[in-house]
């Protein structure tokens, strides 16, 4: 036996339009009521309402937006749906509204809306996209970069301001962003934030070389925090990087000025050591054999070599003294320069003569000088004493450090510049070496003989009083090959 209905389909209709939360409605195509029902909210009676036009309910505006569209739907057939401000019981209310053809023999005859009240998801979605603009201002003030990278992927999903001036910047992996590379980091074997966090899932600091949009590089501390989902997998990384390129120069330069400081004050106490050991020798001598000469019933000719040798003792300590005096100078820049007019040739000529008397196995070392400037061409205005001086030094450790060749002493006048050098096949200095012969008190290489004992002050006082004059100075040697030392100085006129 067939089960009569409790509710016949019209009621049915009827029953589940009036408990719906929706309003509904139906209109003709000009947008006129044919029918209304639906959220008891908004209970209209529905018989005042039937035959009316949004106009007279609405605001003139939103009836009119809203009969434009039925109207639109009627002639393109198209459902429709859209969004509006509807001013309700004074209150601002959100609607989502639907609009849908009704046809009849093919012919659009109605349209149906459907209104969803949205006002509370329209509510949440504004204080969302409050508190997005909030962490939005948040992340751009700071002045640092700060992104957000996928660890799956590695693209930076979302960026501060300070990140890049580049607009693609969140359709780019984080290793382009950072490195303009289109390999990962690790691949170039570089420890990449991202993975440490993904393995460790807790914040990291690393430092890294990036490049900006120049390419030039810099460095910078990446500073790496975890993003987690619901299960604890850490889905995001946040980096924000702070340049410490200027803080690293800085650590850098203070790392050179200690070691700077700690190599000055070992090589104080070095020179400390040496002077006191080079002042003590002819000090001893002077003293012994002065001591000595009180001796009454010694020859004559004792007497004179004991003289000869308290006397050279005498002249030795002079020129250390002078050393010391002539490097404190430099340091204090209280030397003047004396100029002075005078003939190149014989200043030289004397030189030669001094050291070549002073060689004593010249079959085995000798001493020779060449130059192009003829006598007539060889007046200069320079400081005759330190030019001197800068020469003694360079060639009695040319003699000192060869025990057998030849020591060349070249000068010539080339472009407005005096040119010197100094050339012997001696011992020569290590290619580790050369950088710091100039230093003071150094003192490079082995010193295996008594010969090689020195202030480790000449080349220093030497480089002083060259660029004092405006000069350069410099090197080149090989070890057991030997050594050239030249200078230029400019001409005065
Ligand atoms: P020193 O009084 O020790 O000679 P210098 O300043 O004149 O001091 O020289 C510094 C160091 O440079 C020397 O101790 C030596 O090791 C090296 N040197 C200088 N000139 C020569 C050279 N012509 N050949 C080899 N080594 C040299």
Redesign the pocket.
């Known amino acids: 036996m067939m089960k009569t209905p409790i509710f016949d389909k019209y009621e049915q209709i009827k029953l589940l339009i009036d408990n719906s939360e929706d309003i509904i409605s139906i209109h003709d195509i000009k947008g006129n009521y044919l029918f209304y029902g639906g959220s008891a909210k908004y209970d209209f009676l529905a018989e005042k309402i039937v035959g009316k036009s949004p106009y007279d309910f609405y605001e003139e505006e939103v009836a009119k937006k809203i009969i434009e569209q039925i109207i639109d739907t009627a002639k393109s057939g198209k459902r429709k749906k859209f969004e509006t401000k509807i001013p309700r019981y004074g209150k601002e209310k959100w609607f989502q509204i639907n609009l849908s053809p009704i046809r009849k023999n093919d012919k659009i005859v109605s349209v149906i809306k459907i209104c969803r009240d949205i006002t509370d998801i329209v509510i949440i979605k504004q204080k969302i996209l409050k508190q997005k603009n909030f962490f939005k201002n948040i992340i751009n003030s700071i002045s640092q970069p700060l992104y957000v990278i996928d660890v799956e992927t590695y693209k930076v999903v979302l960026a501060n301001t300070s990140t890049s001036s580049n607009l693609s910047v969140k359709t780019k992996s984080c290793y382009a962003l950072t490195h303009n590379s289109d390999k990962p980091c690790w691949e170039n074997g570089v420890k990449c934030p991202v993975n440490i966090i993904k393995r460790t899932k807790s914040p990291c600091i690393i430092e890294h070389i990036h490049v900006d949009e120049n390419n030039e590089e810099f460095i910078t501390e990446v500073h790496g925090f975890p993003v987690f989902d619901e299960n604890d997998n850490v889905i995001q990384v946040i980096e924000y990087n702070v340049d410490i390129t200027e803080k690293k120069k800085l650590e850098q330069a203070l790392i050179v000025e200690k070691e700077k400081a700690e190599e000055s004050n070992r090589l104080k106490s070095s020179f400390l050591a040496n002077m006191s050991h080079e002042i003590r020798t002819p000090m001893n001598a002077i003293l012994g054999f002065g001591e000595l000469l009180k001796n009454d019933s010694l020859s004559s000719e004792k007497k004179e070599e004991f003289i000869d040798i308290i006397n050279s003792s005498g002249a030795h300590l002079l020129e250390i003294i002078e050393d010391i005096i002539d490097i404190s100078k430099i340091d204090s820049k209280q030397i003047q320069l004396r100029i002075s007019k005078f003939r190149l040739n014989p200043f030289i000529n004397d030189i030669y003569k001094f050291f070549n008397s002073r060689i004593e196995n010249k079959e085995e070392k000798e001493l020779r000088v060449y130059s192009k400037i003829e006598n007539g061409n060889d007046l200069i205005i320079s400081d005759r004493k330190r030019l001197k001086q800068i020469l003694i030094?360079?060639l009695s450790?040319?003699i000192?450090?060869?025990h057998r060749g030849t020591i060349e002493l070249y000068y010539s006048i080339k472009e407005k510049q005096l040119l010197f050098s100094?050339k012997?096949t001696?011992?020569?200095?290590s290619e580790k070496?050369i950088p710091f012969?100039?230093d003071r008190f150094?003192?490079?290489?082995k010193?295996p003989e008594k010969v090689?004992?020195?202030?480790?002050?000449?080349?220093?006082i030497?480089k002083g009083f060259v660029e004092l004059m405006g000069g350069h100075i410099s090197v080149v040697?090989k070890e057991g090959e030997?050594?050239n030392?030249s200078f230029s100085i400019p001409l005065l006129s």
């Open positions: 030094n360079l450790n040319a000192k450090f060869t100094v012997d001696g011992v020569g200095i070496d012969v100039f150094r003192q490079v290489g010193m090689f004992v020195g202030t480790g002050l000449g080349l220093a030497s040697s030997g050594s030392f």
